[in-house]
C-alpha cells in the first residue's frame, strides 16, 4: 500500500464526553484530511473510535462520511498512527503536530463519474476517487467555469456554523507545499 501519513495535529477536547480529539493528517505530503474525530472506546472496548469526516446531505438531514478508508488494512494503519500518537501525548491538553518521512505519491486506482442530468448547472458529474486502492474520497463535483467554459474540480466541504468565526474547510485536497 502507498498511502502513508506524513503529517498530522492532534487537539484534544475538553468537556464533551463524545470526543477526545480532533484530528489532521496529511497523506503522502499531498492531501489534506481534516475533521477526523478520536471518540472514547464502545462499552466493553479498550480502544479509541477513530470518526471520519462527515458532511450533512441537507435533502435527507443525514450524515455520511466524505472519506473513509476502504479495505481493514488501510483502517487498520491509520487508527496505529493516529492513536499512537494521541496516547503518546499522556493526557496534555495543548494542540501536537507530527511530522512523519514519505515514501511516494499516491496513485489514483478508481474514479467513479456520475454525470449531472440537469444540462443547465453548472455541476456537470459527480465523483468518487480511490487512492491507492485504500481510501476514497466521495462526493467530488466536477464543475464548468461560466466564464471560461473550462471543467474544475471541487472537494467535499464542511460548511462552518454560522455564529462561528471558522471558514469552511474541505475534507481532503491537495496539499499546499
Given at each position: 500500500m502507498n498511502m502513508k501519513i506524513t503529517e498530522m495535529s492532534i487537539t484534544p477536547v475538553e468537556g464533551n464526553p463524545k470526543r477526545l480529539a480532533n484530528v489532521r493528517v496529511t497523506i503522502n505530503g499531498e492531501y489534506c484530511l481534516r475533521n477526523l474525530r478520536i471518540m472514547p472506546p464502545k462499552s466493553g472496548e479498550s480502544k479509541p473510535v477513530l470518526g471520519m469526516a462527515l458532511e450533512k446531505i441537507e435533502k435527507t438531514?443525514?450524515?455520511?462520511?466524505?472519506?473513509h478508508p476502504i479495505t481493514a488494512d488501510a483502517?487498520?494503519?491509520?487508527?496505529?498512527?493516529?492513536?499512537g500518537a494521541y496516547e503518546a501525548m499522556a493526557g496534555s491538553m495543548e494542540r501536537k503536530d507530527f511530522e512523519f518521512g514519505m515514501d511516494k505519491p499516491s496513485e489514483i486506482t478508481?474514479?467513479?463519474i456520475v454525470m449531472n442530468p440537469k444540462s443547465d448547472s453548472p455541476v456537470k458529474a459527480f465523483a468518487s476517487v480511490v487512492l491507492d486502492d485504500a481510501v476514497k474520497l466521495k462526493s467530488v463535483l466536477v464543475l464548468e467555469s461560466k466564464d471560461t467554459g473550462d471543467l474544475y474540480i471541487a472537494t467535499p466541504r464542511r460548511r462552518a456554523q454560522e455564529d462561528s468565526d471558522q471558514k469552511a474547510e474541505?475534507?481532503?485536497?491537495?496539499?499546499q507545499r
Open positions: 438531514q443525514r450524515f455520511v462520511e466524505v472519506f483502517r487498520e494503519a491509520l487508527e496505529d498512527v493516529i492513536f478508481d474514479i467513479e474541505a475534507h481532503l485536497v491537495p496539499h
